[in-house]
């Protein structure tokens, strides 16, 4: 079964980046929802007792209304741990390495996933992932995720827009901006890192 967790800080925690109002209804209406639909889908499905991994992985081109819903429950559960009160800031040494070695510098990395999240056409996620060992940024639509390519992911951010329209209305790019300069937890990403190379 899946379940929604409480958010791991206050729901005002994240002003001015992100306000109270739409981590209420990202949170509670929006992931909860996936949460709710993904438990009703799943049932009597090849899927059930899985890990939620596997599930995303198994269902995706299968069962487009499961995998939407477990993706996108997936995707969150990530998504509230990548942001913290006062992110941003600098990136772990080991990581910040690996950033500088396989994207050429963090300015790099940043206008990368920046441009990426600034292009998913309609609804999706810009990434961070590991594949084949080596970092690479990249964009998904909908509930997609890295996951479905092969690849893990370490870092993603919700360009739907019920994660930015009341704070930023059709300001996606500036929504981005702020994510990556004050809202990222890069010990949740570096922990992410280490787990995908170890
Ligand atoms: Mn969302």
Redesign the pocket.
């Known amino acids: 079964m899946f379940s929604l967790p409480e958010l791991p800080y206050a729901y005002d925690a994240l002003q001015p980046y992100m306000s109270k109002e739409t981590l209420e209804y ?1 949170h509670d209406k ?1 992931h909860n929802a996936y949460v709710t639909n993904g438990n009703n889908l799943i049932k009597g499905t090849e899927f059930e007792g899985q890990s939620l991994e596997d599930i995303v992985k198994g269902s995706f081109g299968k069962h487009a209304g499961l995998f939407n819903n477990a993706g ?1 429950h997936y995707n ?1 559960l990530h998504f509230w741990n990548w942001m913290k009160p006062n992110g941003g800031g600098a990136i772990p040494g080991k990581l910040e390495k690996a950033i500088v070695s396989d994207i050429g510098s963090v300015d790099k990395f940043k206008e990368e996933f920046i441009a990426a999240g600034t292009t998913q056409f309609g609804s999706g996620w810009a990434w961070l992932s590991v594949k084949d060992g080596k970092l690479v940024v990249s964009k998904t639509p909908n509930g997609e995720s890295p996951l479905v390519s092969g690849a893990k992911p370490i870092l993603g951010v ?1 360009v ?1 827009e ?2 930015y329209y009341i704070d930023y209305r059709n300001r996606r790019p500036d929504y981005l901006k702020a994510f990556v300069e004050n809202l990222v937890n890069w010990d949740y990403v570096l922990e992410m890192y280490e787990a995908a190379t170890k």
């Open positions: 990202h929006h996108q969150h919700d739907w019920h994660s």
